[in-house]
């Protein structure tokens, strides 16, 4: 079974590989979903985020990372996958969480939502935290893979 473990990842943490691997863990395939254009402005363009989420799951039997710019019903219909996975880290997630779920599911009854809880060791972590403690020059090593460390190093460093 194929599912869709979609995301800005603006950047990717370490919380969205946690997630990513224990999806890994429950279905055949996982197909990284990059949102080309989400809701909020990203620090990154579509291709770096790509490459960052590559860098993570390349050698990873039944991963493969993608960007797509559509709905993600089309996206989850085009790969043939039956389920979403979504990560929560708090209760503070799941209300946004779960009012996509239901729009996702009054698009397509076929494609059901799964969530998987953060690990405890990652629950406050979030894109935008990292993006604010690297541009301040805090230290972001073990949030974030060594790949985006260096990127957000180069960034915040001009």
């Not at 402005?41 to 991963?63: C, H, Y």
């Not at 698009?107 to 894109?127: C, D, H, K, N, R």
């Amino acid at each position: 079974m194929t599912a869709i473990c979609p995301g800005s990842f603006d950047p990717i943490t370490s919380g969205h590989v946690d997630i990513i691997k224990r999806a890994s863990l429950l279905f055949e395939r996982v197909v990284v979903g990059v949102a080309k254009h989400p809701p909020k402005k990203p620090l990154f363009s579509a291709k770096d985020r790509l490459r960052f989420v590559e860098a993570v799951v390349s050698g990873q039997k039944g991963l493969r990372a993608e960007i797509f710019d559509s709905l993600l019903i089309e996206f989850a219909q085009k790969h043939d996958a039956r389920i979403i996975v979504r990560g929560l880290r708090a209760i503070s997630d799941f209300e946004h969480e779960f009012q996509m779920a239901q729009l996702n599911r009054k698009l397509s009854l076929q494609i059901e939502t799964v969530f998987i809880m953060a690990s405890p060791e990652y629950g406050y972590l979030s894109s935008s935290a990292v993006k604010e403690i690297a541009e301040f020059g805090g230290c972001i090593e073990n949030m974030v893979p060594s790949v985006v460390e260096e990127a957000l190093r180069k960034m915040y460093s001009k």
